[in-house]
């Protein structure tokens, strides 16, 4: 009895290769002893792949009949095929799916991994860095169309430029959006509009953190505008969009912390979401506007459900570390200490790496 130095079942031993049919049946390829199975040889698995190639790949056949793809995006030629890793597994004569998992590891790319966008409109507010640069990044770089909707437009061009210098050809639109004011907010929108784009994905990303008290130009706390109020007045002024929209979604991204609030129907009020500074706690301002990003995504559920607008809320996962924290030495270094400990946007080769339960909401919901 063979035995091979290996931690999963679905690991191939040495000599042992896995290759796909035309029909998208799995078999393997023992290169040592030349000879071909459709069975994995250490877990006794049928496999079969189904659906369309990645965004940017394509099947072709050599003369001798060999099967090989190519990446147009990247410039390479492999005999693997990209859709092996969400093979189906056969059992009792058919086949059932073989889930793909995500964990704290998993990038961004990875969750959305075979989908095109192609023709997908996107916008993305705070698109300039953390989890919305690489929200923006990941759906550009799969053919989607994606507004970058940032109050500072300096560092939104060097996000576009980045996207650009690892895809020349991703759909790249810049767009001026400051939620602190409630009057850019409608400019975007109507700046939007003249465009006759429609909005198949608004991802409501931008926010701050730990702000000392400061009120804004509208005369409300910077937090709760900037986090709630700003993106809620933006859904009002880009509903009509959405409605003329195919299949549209709203994602909202809300945090954990939303739970660590007393703010509720009986206790909400104008003064608790906005207080004079003697009364001011910058993480309650900052869990009281991701309570309010909960509620607000679930009231656009329950109102525009009927328009075919779906809405989604999603925690990005426990103290990220990015940008956010740089209002406030102390969550720098606390960010810090934690960061071996939870999910971290920084991956090797400086690329960034999103939180999957995010994008896990697009992945499988975008058609």
């Known amino acids: 009895m063979d035995v091979y130095d290996t931690d999963s079942e679905d690991e191939l031993p040495a000599g042992w290769e896995e ?3 035309l029909e998208g049946r799995v078999y393997y390829a023992n290169h040592s002893l030349r000879k ?5 040889p250490l877990s006794g698995k049928k496999k079969y792949v189904a659906g369309e190639l990645p965004y940017g790949w394509e099947r072709k056949v050599a003369e001798d009949g060999q099967v090989y793809f190519i990446d147009h995006i990247n410039s390479k030629t492999t005999y693997t095929d ?4 969400f093979a189906i597994e056969e059992k009792d004569g058919r ?4 889930k793909q998992r995500f964990d704290a590891g998993t990038s961004a790319l990875q969750v959305v991994k075979g989908r095109d966008l192609t023709d997908n409109y996107v916008i993305v507010t705070g698109a300039n860095s953390g989890i919305g640069f690489e929200t923006a990044r990941t759906l550009a770089l799969h053919g989607a169309h994606v507004v970058l909707a940032c109050r500072n437009t300096t560092k939104g061009w060097a996000a576009v430029k980045a996207i650009k210098k690892e895809r020349p050809q991703a759909e790249l639109e810049l767009m001026c959006l400051d939620l602190c004011r409630l009057s850019t907010v409608k400019e975007f929108a109507d700046q939007y509009r003249e465009k006759h784009w429609p909005i198949h994905i608004l991802i409501l990303n931008a926010g701050v953190f730990s702000l000392p008290h400061t ?4 005369g409300y706390e910077a937090t709760f505008q900037t986090n709630h109020l700003g993106h809620y007045y933006l859904v009002l002024c880009l509903l009509g969009i959405l409605k003329e929209s195919e299949s549209p979604r709203i994602v909202t991204v809300s945090a954990e ?3 660590f609030t007393n703010l509720n129907d009986k206790t909400i009020s104008e003064e608790q979401l906005s207080p004079p500074p003697e009364y001011y706690r910058a993480i309650l301002a900052y869990n009281q506007s ?3 990003n909960v509620l607000f995504a679930l009231e656009c559920h329950r109102r525009f459900a009927k328009f075919g607008i779906t809405s989604n809320v999603l925690h990005p996962g426990n103290v990220i570390s990015t940008n956010i924290t740089r209002h406030w030495w102390l969550w720098k270094v606390i960010f810090t200490m934690v960061r071996p400990f939870a999910k971290s ?5 400086s690329k960034i790496r999103n939180a999957a339960e995010g994008l896990e909401i697009l992945a499988y919901k975008i058609p």
Do not use: Y
């Open 290 to 292: 991701k309570m309010c």
């Open 95 to 98: 086949f059932r799916e073989i």
């Open 36 to 40: 071909t199975q459709w069975e994995h």
């Open 82 to 85: 990209p859709r092996l890793a």
């Open 345 to 349: 946007k920084v991956r090797k080769g």
């Open 19 to 21: 290759r796909v049919t």
């Open 257 to 259: 912390s939303h739970r």
């Open 215 to 218: 009120l804004t130009d509208d």
